[in-house]
């Protein structure tokens, strides 16, 4: 008996000798993990992670992402949210940061870091890339319109003149527009307050201290009504949504121009593969009135990678994050989905598109913030709405840009 009781007590540390002293499942949510273009990053950030901590899992779910901060919210808040999630930078991490963990230590090369930040200069998510808005056109549609396709519009005036002959050609609106959620409005106040807003006056917009309703804020939301009244969008451009409808519009030639992304999707890899990298063409938006002698590019860390304060694995969940930003899995994701990385030891020289090429070198020099993503999370809900009002008709600048004061002033504890 006491034979077989040596032998049981023997089996028993070999076992614990062989298998993980502790292992756990790691949840990821984001809403990219279902995105063919994103899959074999994602494959890849999971292969490294697990071969490093053996034992360990890694499970990503992908929520909807019209819905996401909402779903996201409500499971922060049940003290039962995912161990890492996506975020996009801007206000939605600083809506967050009471929820998320200081990640400061691992900034090390890695730009557009000034988006994941809290007001206390703290790291709060770990950018993957670095996001922007151009304007892309379709040469094609741009010939049969009796434009140069090789001379995209570098003025207000310039512009004008292409959309009024896109619209006489009568084929195609001039920009496909998706403004269902209120993201067409953003990106449109974000192109043009990138050339319209001194460095100051974008600083001062993200603190709350320049008004929705000064000169500089009203004239963007003008321009807003005035592309719509000139009948530069699609019909119902508010029942449209933005992802994809809008760039589906875009890729199937029904629309001579889309402001678009610089990185990951509904971007220049996407459209290239849809209209030909040959067909396609690319410039920054003009706006109405210029701060500046060039144009300027909005830009800002894209998406990131934050840990929650409340996981059960912090430490784990940390590492998991520090994976999904590292220069392996993110070089992947650069040469398959065509993203512009926020590491800066990543190397880009696949990127052999003449569009991101162009982009590439506006980033050089003609880079500014990204404004719709320095405000409050309370004045991007608002502004969704107002744009909506404003597109049809339902509002005045005067009373939206009141509004938004409103909720601006309240945001920012007024």
């Not at 028993?12 to 002293?21: E, N, Q, S, V």
């Not at 993957?128 to 140069?148: H, M, P, R, S």
């Not at 519009?153 to 001039?174: N, R, S």
Request: charged share 20%.
């Amino acid at each position: 008996m006491m034979h077989i009781v040596k032998l049981s007590m023997a089996a028993a540390a070999l076992t614990a000798i062989a298998a993980p002293a502790f292992s756990a499942e790691l949840t990821v949510w984001d809403w990219k993990s279902g995105d063919p273009a994103a899959a074999s990053y994602i494959q890849a950030a999971k292969e490294k992670f697990e071969a490093e901590n053996p034992g360990d899992t890694v499970n990503f779910v992908m929520q909807p992402h019209d819905q996401y901060y909402t779903i996201l919210g409500t499971a922060l808040a049940s003290g039962k949210g995912p161990d890492v999630f996506l975020l996009h930078g801007g206000a939605q991490t600083r809506a967050r940061i009471p929820a998320l963990v200081d990640l400061s230590a691992h900034s090390e090369n890695l730009v557009g870091t000034a988006d994941f930040e809290g007001e206390d200069g703290k790291l709060y998510a770990l950018p993957i890339t670095i996001q922007g808005f151009v304007v892309y056109y379709n040469k094609e549609l741009y010939a049969d319109a009796g434009l140069d396709p090789e001379s995209p519009p570098q003025t207000w005036d310039e512009l004008v003149a292409v959309c009024e002959a896109i619209k006489e050609k009568g084929d195609v609106p001039c920009f496909a527009m998706g403004n269902k959620e209120g993201f067409g409005a953003e990106f449109l106040l974000s192109s043009l307050a990138a050339s319209m807003l001194t460095d100051e006056q974008q600083q001062a917009f993200a603190d709350g201290t320049l008004k929705w309703s000064s000169p500089e804020i009203s004239a963007i939301l003008q321009t807003w009504v005035d592309e719509g009244e000139m009948g530069w969008y699609n019909k119902g451009a508010n029942s449209q949504a933005k992802f994809m409808d809008e760039y589906e519009q875009f890729m199937r030639s029904d629309a001579a121009n889309v402001i678009g992304l610089i990185s990951d999707v509904a971007h220049w890899k996407q459209f290239d593969e849809f209209l030909g990298a040959d067909n396609l063409g690319v410039f920054i938006h003009p706006a109405p009135e210029m701060a500046f002698d060039k144009l300027r590019m909005p830009v800002s860390g894209g998406i990131g990678y934050g840990v929650n304060k409340d996981s059960e694995h912090p430490e784990l969940a940390e590492k998991l994050a520090t994976t999904l930003a590292d220069p392996e899995p993110i070089a992947v994701f650069v040469n398959d989905a065509g993203v512009v990385p926020a590491s800066t030891v990543v190397d880009t020289s696949s990127l052999s598109s003449p569009s991101v090429i162009e982009i590439l070198g506006y980033l050089n020099d003609q880079s500014a913030p990204t404004a719709h993503s320095s405000v409050t999370a309370e004045e991007l809900a608002e502004w969704h709405r107002q744009s909506q009002l404003l597109l049809n008709g339902d509002t005045t600048v005067e009373e939206a840009a009141s509004r938004m004061d409103d909720v601006q002033a309240k945001a920012h504890g007024g």
